[in-house]
C-alpha cells in the first residue's frame, strides 16, 4: 500500500469508501466515517496507529492480521465493513448530530437488507447519537437495528486513548465468541 502525501490526505476531504458488503456475513463492522488517510488510499481503517486490523487479529476473527489493502478478503470470512457517516474527516468529532442520525438510517437499511449475524458498531459515542441511545454502554444491546443484534465496541483509531489494544481486542473477542 502506497502511503499518501499529505496533499493526497488533504483532497480526500468528504471522499467516501464503498462498503464491503454482501450476503452471508457473521459481523458487519461499522465505523464511525472514514479517515482522510482512509479515504486517500481507499482502504478502510488504514491511518497508521488505527487498531481494528489487529484487533480483529488478536480476537480470532482472522488467522493472521491483514493489512488494510488486503481488505477485500474479508467477506470470505464473513466480515464486513461500511460506516455510519460516508464522508470523510480529520476528526469523527467534525461530524454533525443530524449526519449521525441520517447515517444511523443508513445503516439500519444495510443491516435490514443483508441481515448480518451481528452488526458492529465501532465508537459509543457514534452509537448513542445514531439511534437516540444516550444511556448506551459497550457490548450487546437490548435493541436490534434493521433486525439486526447490535453489538457496540469502542473505536479503534488510534486517537481512542483509552483503551490500548489487549482491551480491544478483548472487546472484539467477547463478540466473537457471541457468535453462533
Do not use: C
Not at 480470532?60 to 461500511?82: C, D, M, V, W
Not at 470523510?88 to 444495510?110: M, V, Y
Amino acid at each position: 500500500m502506497f502511503a499518501p502525501t499529505a496533499a493526497e490526505v488533504a483532497a480526500a476531504a468528504d471522499r467516501t469508501l464503498p462498503d464491503l458488503i454482501g450476503p452471508g456475513l457473521r459481523v458487519l463492522f461499522s465505523g464511525i466515517n472514514p479517515s482522510l488517510y482512509s479515504a486517500a488510499t481507499g482502504h478502510h481503517f488504514a491511518r497508521p496507529g488505527n487498531r481494528f486490523w489487529p484487533a480483529l487479529h488478536r480476537s480470532g476473527f482472522t488467522e493472521r492480521q491483514l493489512h488494510p489493502s488486503e481488505q477485500f478478503e474479508l467477506p470470505a470470512l464473513g466480515l464486513g465493513i461500511t460506516n455510519v457517516v460516508a464522508r470523510a474527516t480529520t476528526r469523527a468529532d467534525e461530524l454533525t448530530p443530524a449526519e449521525l442520525i441520517a447515517g444511523g438510517e443508513t445503516l439500519a437499511a444495510l443491516a435490514a437488507r443483508w441481515q448480518p449475524r451481528f452488526l458492529a458498531v465501532l465508537g459509543i459515542t457514534a452509537y448513542r447519537a445514531a439511534f437516540a441511545r444516550p444511556k448506551a454502554a459497550l457490548g450487546p444491546q437490548p435493541d436490534e437495528v434493521g433486525g439486526v443484534p447490535v453489538w457496540v465496541l469502542p473505536n479503534p483509531s488510534g486517537l481512542n486513548a483509552r483503551f490500548q489494544l489487549p482491551d480491544l481486542a478483548a472487546a472484539f473477542a467477547d463478540l466473537r465468541a457471541a457468535i453462533p
